[in-house]
């Protein structure tokens, strides 16, 4: 006969076990920033984006923390650069970030994105650009492909986990919002 102590663990264990396995994690599944303001941002469901099928960080991928991050900042520089009177509406379709793991290093390397020139920051969204008076002026879907990521030089922090993924919506917006 097992002891009560042995036993007790045994139960302590699978309560915690069936509590991970019903818990939702928070923040999974779409999601958009509150609205406020010219530019909206929404993004589909992250269990959904390629960067889910290789990364090791799965469950932070899946709370959505780093996309919210990439859509406030894409609404930051939208609304500096969007002209008086007009709206965007923006929703990530797919995101994989830049670099990827590779198992195959070893356990040593579990938790270290290696950056390398085939694994370029790639982001597909859809966009509508909207007059005041709610007529279409642009919109549809973009791929965004940072193939040059590894030989820019970035501007912003070198210790941004997400550099490279907001250089390449700064590269977008400056090519969809041309001044004349």
Excluded: N
Excluded at 83 to 103: H, K, M, N, S, W
Excluded at 126 to 145: C, K, N, S, T, Y
């Amino acid at each position: 006969m097992k002891s009560p102590i042995a036993m007790t663990w045994a139960f302590a264990l699978s309560l915690a076990l069936a509590g991970c396995a019903t818990t939702p994690l928070v923040g999974s599944g779409p999601g958009q920033l509150a609205d406020e303001g010219t530019v909206q941002v929404a993004w589909r469901d992250p269990a959904g984006f390629r960067e889910i099928t290789y990364g090791q960080d799965r469950v932070e991928t899946l709370r959505g923390g780093w996309v919210r991050q990439l859509a406030q900042y894409l609404r930051s520089q939208a609304e500096r650069r969007l002209p008086p009177g007009e709206r965007l509406q923006v929703t990530f379709i797919d995101i994989d970030r830049a670099g990827e793991y590779e198992p195959w290093l070893g356990p040593r390397y579990d938790d270290v994105r290696i950056m390398r020139d085939i694994y370029p920051p790639r982001i597909r969204l859809e966009f509508r650009r909207l007059d005041a008076g709610g007529q279409v002026l642009a919109g549809g879907e973009r791929h965004l492909v940072g193939s040059d990521y590894l030989s820019r030089s970035t501007l912003t922090r070198s210790d941004d986990p997400l550099r490279y993924e907001k250089q390449l919506l700064d590269d977008w917006l400056r090519r969809e919002f041309k001044t004349p």
